[in-house]
């Protein structure tokens, strides 16, 4: 199991400079970037047993940062859409 956190910035390293601007300008973007990190975070503490939680509680973070961070994705290709 891995215990790296994954913040947005890792996960999408192509898009860093559109990560930067959605943050700044679209603030749908930027709550969803919020409660990314949010749940991430609490994630790796649960992983690194900082914050020790039970194996469902953990899972179901772990869907929560994942459904975000497609809504992200697709945020990202539209946005790299239109830029072109």
Known sequence: MSHVPHE???EFP???ETLRA???GDAHFS???DEYHTIN???HRIETNVEPAADEVLEDLKK??????DQIA???????????
């Open 74 to 84: 697709a945020l990202l290709a539209a946005a790299a859409n239109t830029a072109t």
């Open 31 to 33: 709550r969803l970037a």
């Open 41 to 43: 975070r609490e994630v």
């Open 14 to 16: 192509e898009a860093t």
């Open 64 to 69: 929560k940062r994942l459904h975000l961070k």
């Open 8 to 10: 947005l910035h890792e």
């Open 22 to 24: 959605l943050k700044a």
